[in-house]
């Protein structure tokens, strides 16, 4: 059969042949419609088959580089480190590639707007078109990635940035979050706190860091008061507390003295050192101990004279030289 056939005017039997030798064309002047009455393949090419509306063919055929494997392209190339298309591999083909030409990226898409990106570097965009890293997610609320188990009982692990700009690691479950370096166990966090090493024991927990500023207050037997005291400063690590300051000036407060309003109540008796300078103390006292009792939220003040320890009065400690600064270490409650 020579010359080009066209379908408008080829009238035949579902079982006749049609056959265009090399070098001619098959012309179709409206839809070609090919029914298959037993299972086989319809359509059978040597070669590429090929489609274009006047633009960039899409392009059946096979690999020209790599041992001719089946391909789809749409640029018209069919080296696999130039394509932009899919072909199989491995032994039956049943390894699928989806490549892109070097410098160009992978777009997916739904509704004509990009949710995915594979840059040209490899790197992985989620919510966002050029990402600046291996793993890039954005999200105009909360940009987490989760990773969860199989355990139908626990609900996963979130790290990501939040909307307010803060860095968020939460664990949405009760169980204990754990850093390590090479495979050996550094930190523990879990409902007590931080934990070191592989300690789990709740009375070794660090649950608390604080430090600032408290006020403190001199009272004497007689119930008056002297509020002016400066510098008082403590810092809280877990239940150990440390509190220090100074007094430099006479304290109104009359008789035995005590420092009230500590910044956390006691729980066990402690002492503390205090550096003193004054003139008029009594004779044979020359150690000074500042107490806290537990369950006490106050220091007091000795002397040690002797055998003895006598509470500190205001006459001991106001003269024209006198300032005093201290600092104690106490466990709270």
Known sequence: MTGIIKTDQLQGAQSSTIAVPSGNNLTVGGTLGITGTTTGTNITATGSISSTDGGTALTMGVLSNATSLPALNFNGAFASTT???IYGNGATASNLYYMVPSSQSHFFGIAD????????????????VTPEQPLHVRSSTFAYIRSESTNSTLTGFDIGQHQD??????LRDNHPVKISTNDTLRLRV??????FGTDTAAANALDDYEEGTWTGTWYGSGGTNDSANPNLKYVKIGKTVTVS???TGNINATGPLELRGLPFTAEDDATGAVLYRYTTAGSGQHTLVFYVGANQS???????AGGNYDKLNSSDFNSSGRDMYFSITYKAQ
């Open 83 to 85: 394509m932009a298309g």
């Open 113 to 128: 707007s990009t949710k995915m990106t594979i840059s040209s570097s490899g790197q992985v965009g989620i919510g966002v």
């Open 165 to 170: 700009g803060s860095g968020h690691l939460n």
């Open 190 to 195: 879990d409902a007590d706190g931080l934990k």
């Open 245 to 247: 300051g100074n007094t």
């Open 298 to 304: 106050k220091i007091e003040p000795y002397w040690a």
